[in-house]
């Protein structure tokens, strides 16, 4: 649909090889922030492919952004109203029951959250570092302490380590994504963060595997991020530039991902025993499947 303007917009069972034909199409969409869109191309979206839920994994901005059109018609719902006892997946697929939750929403999903900044990016900073960043979150200077963090740290580090902590120290935010797909009642969903490139790209390769996608595919799928935002890369060059981060952090290198899927395979055994291992149960898992494959 060439009216709609959404940025690294796609069906992630139609942006995959043909060979995963098993997958339903019309129900799991990623793309770039919905933020910069007109309130008649959010009204668009919606109803050219009847979205219920919208995933945002970006971290909370100090900016008020109450007026934009996307939260008017999707209103924020607290995550501990679709985390579910673990008991209760069984039953409730089993029989095909339907959630109490049947109204559009949005969750928002500090992906790179507390856990990643103590985990990972407080304990990379030299004793000098630390003593610069305090400094500067004590005057209020946040903005400037994150360009120092994207020079000393994250540059560095390199975006496909970065994956790799992002598995590994993104846990809890990771299951609370996941979680969401699990009711039958959320879809179809979209998932976004800023440019729909890292996130946004580490929660579709989860599902993806829960899917039984093959790693070919899922590279794929992340690939094309670098052709759907071609046209607008001198901008996030710039944007990258302005945090402190390398030219290395505006592409969506294959590489990335192929080390992600052989870190979380070597390290666990497989993708589907890194998510039990963190919490997201086997039961889950399958209910993730049984919304998203088509019946033989």
């Not at 500067?136 to 380590?161: C, E, F, Y």
């Not at 070597?266 to 494959?293: C, H, M, P, W």
Request: include cysteine.
């Amino acid at each position: 649909m060439s009216e709609i303007k959404l940025l690294n917009f796609r069906d992630i069972a139609l942006s995959t090889s043909p060979s995963n034909k098993h997958l339903k199409s019309g129900m799991v969409f990623r793309s770039a922030s919905l933020d910069s869109l007109c309130d008649q191309e959010v009204e668009t979206i919606i109803k050219s492919y009847n979205i219920h839920t919208i995933i945002d994994l970006r971290s909370r901005s100090k900016k008020d952004d109450s007026h934009l059109p996307i939260c008017k018609m999707f209103p924020e719902t607290p995550l501990n109203q679709i985390t579910l006892p673990k008991q209760s997946f069984k039953e409730k697929f089993n029989h095909h029951e339907s959630s109490t939750i049947t109204k559009r929403q949005s969750y928002r999903i500090d992906f790179v959250g507390k856990g990643f900044q103590r985990s990972c990016v407080w304990k990379a900073c030299s004793f000098r570092l630390k003593l610069k960043l305090i400094a500067l979150l004590a005057i209020q200077q946040h903005d400037k302490a994150a360009v120092w963090v994207g020079r000393k740290v994250m540059t560095p580090m390199g975006v496909a380590t970065m994956y790799q902590h992002f598995v590994s120290n993104c846990q809890v935010e990771i299951i609370s994504a996941l979680r969401i797909f699990v009711d039958s009642s959320q879809y179809p969903i979209i998932v976004h963060c800023t440019h729909g490139k890292d996130r946004t790209a580490i929660v579709i390769a989860l599902i993806l595997s829960i899917l039984d996608v093959s790693r070919d595919s899922i590279i794929e799928d992340y690939v094309q991020t670098q052709t759907e935002l071609a046209h607008i890369r001198a901008d996030i060059l710039e944007d990258m530039e302005e945090a402190g981060l390398s030219e290395e952090f505006a592409d969506a290198d294959p590489k990335n991902m192929n080390m992600l899927l052989s870190f979380l395979e070597s390290n666990y055994g497989s993708i589907k025993q890194y998510l039990k291992s963190i919490g997201f149960s086997e039961t889950e898992q399958d209910a993730v499947r049984e919304n998203l494959i088509l019946l033989a």
